[in-house]
């Protein structure tokens, strides 16, 4: 059973998530990944099976199949 290292709760919903990384100074979204997400804190926990999915779409030199423009704010 898994347990949330944020909160400790042990209750966990499977989805879909978006995620964004910065690699190298540039932001990469990747859609669509496997994750549990905490049902009580909402923390995304990705399986190491994902993680290295991911891992090799963004550095294996995979093409991306879209590119979008993002508004950016100073706080």
Do not use: W
Request: charged share 20%; proline share 3%; net charge positive.
């Amino acid at each position: 059973m898994s347990k949330c290292y944020v909160c400790g709760s042990t209750y966990f919903a499977e989805k879909l998530v978006n995620e964004v990384f910065e690699i190298n100074g540039k932001y990469v979204l990747v859609e669509n990944i496997p994750a549990k997400v905490c049902s009580q804190c909402g923390k995304v926990i990705f399986s190491s099976e994902a993680a290295e999915k991911v891992r090799l779409m963004v550095h294996g030199g995979q093409q991306p199949s879209k590119s979008i423009q993002v508004d950016v704010f100073a706080y």
